[in-house]
């Protein structure tokens, strides 16, 4: 049964060298894409059909065998994720019908 290292021995393992050590330590995190402030909402579209929400929420109109959709979606490294929504015209219109009384509920004025 082969020996077990105790916490010493394996935080000083011989297969990391000195330089590997400080190579390790510099190495630095890729800083995040810049976006809006994640309380500020965009006004307009940006190059790729969003409208962005608030952080990593957007908006977009897609389309799907030949109905138009709107996509509410969270992105993650400017890539879509499966968390989300895609309405069609008519459950929109009734989104936008009950935006009242989620504002009443949430106590929010229009």
Known sequence: MP?????AECSSSSDDSDADKSE?????????????????ASDDF??????????DKYL??????????VDLR??????PTKKGISLNPEDWKKLQLLIPKI???????D
């Open 24 to 40: 390790k330590k510099t190495k630095k995190a890729k800083p995040a894409k810049k976006v809006a402030d994640s309380d500020s």
């Open 74 to 79: 969270c992105y993650y490294n400017g890539h």
């Open 3 to 7: 020996k077990r290292l105790s916490k």
């Open 103 to 109: 504002n009443s509920k949430l106590g929010v004025s």
């Open 46 to 55: 940006d190059g790729e059909g969003k409208l962005q929400i608030s952080g």
């Open 60 to 69: 977009s109109i897609s389309e799907f065998k030949g109905v138009k959709r």
